[in-house]
């Protein structure tokens, strides 16, 4: 069985940067991504990453801004955010799928972690 735990989230300041961590147990080789849900909307793609970490995608709105990473020797993904603002606040959730590809599609994930907040101040 998988778990996910992120942290890193908190309340900082628009321009401010954040770095999210996602360890994963009962690890196998897993494709992760992080989704963001704002008050109100629905969960968003944010960035997702292959296993071997050759491949990754953004969502536009934080492309340019937001750097995702692994390292699989710790079960970890990171996720570099810069440049916060405060359209960027949500619960950021990590998320994991039984399969080395990266995907945008939130149906496609297996496991996801509780999630993480991030509150962005103007």
């Known amino acids: 069985q998988v778990q996910l735990i992120e942290s890193g989230g908190g309340l900082v300041q628009a321009g401010d940067d954040l770095r999210l961590s996602c360890v994963l147990s009962?690890?196998?080789?897993?494709?992760v991504a992080w989704f963001r849900q704002a008050p109100g909307k629905e969960r968003e793609f944010v960035a997702t990453?292959?296993?071997?970490?050759?491949?990754?995608y953004y969502g536009d709105s934080v492309k340019g801004r937001f750097t995702i990473s692994r390292d699989n020797a710790k079960n970890t993904v990171y996720l570099q955010m810069n440049a916060l603002h405060s359209e960027d606040t949500a619960v950021y959730y990590c998320?994991?799928?039984?399969?080395?590809?990266?995907?945008?599609?939130?149906?496609?994930?297996?496991?996801w972690g509780q999630g993480t907040q991030v509150t962005v101040s103007s």
């Open positions: 990453i292959s296993w071997s970490g050759d491949t990754s």
């Open positions: 009962g690890y196998r080789h897993y494709a």
């Open positions: 998320a994991a799928r039984s399969d080395l590809r990266a995907t945008k599609i939130r149906g496609l994930y297996n496991y």
